[in-house]
């Protein structure tokens, strides 16, 4: 079992930054894998980004190339999503999920929120224009 929890969402303006974190705590695994989803109103949820724990893998979504960056801290078993160039349309709630795994975490891989196994509650980011 692995609980994740999300934080660091909030009300920013357009342009701003902000940075999420999502703590994993239970029985994690060294092959495995961490993503960040968001879910707009009345939208499907959309990958965002992901890394493996080893942090030898990172998938980004195109939306998000060149101004949010993912990375991890094993030592606090945190995975971080550093977002900065906000833009309105980021405005969503954003889940981590987590996923154990032995193959290599190509982006189509990534980017399947059903692969994941585990997920977090969510934290709102809401990006004023």
């Known amino acids: 079992q692995v609980q994740l929890v999300e934080s660091g969402g909030g009300l920013v303006q357009a342009g701003g930054s902000l940075r999420l974190s999502c703590a994993a705590s239970?029985?994690?695994?060294?092959?495995?894998?961490l993503g960040w989803f968001h879910q707009a109103p009345g939208k499907e949820r959309e990958f965002v980004a992901g890394i493996t724990w080893s942090g030898t893998t990172i998938n980004y979504a195109d939306s998000v190339k060149g101004r949010f960056t993912i990375s991890r801290d094993n030592a606090k078993n945190t995975v971080y999503l550093q977002m900065n160039g906000l833009k309105s349309e980021d405005t969503a709630v954003y889940y981590c999920?987590?996923?154990?795994?032995?193959?290599?975490?190509?982006?189509?891989?990534?980017?399947?929120?059903?692969?994941?196994?585990?997920w977090g509650q969510g934290t709102q980011v809401t990006v004023s224009s």
């Open positions: 239970g029985r994690t695994f060294s092959t495995s894998a």
């Open positions: 999920a987590f996923v154990a795994y032995g193959g290599y975490y190509s982006y189509n891989y990534a980017s399947n929120q059903r692969n994941y196994n585990y």
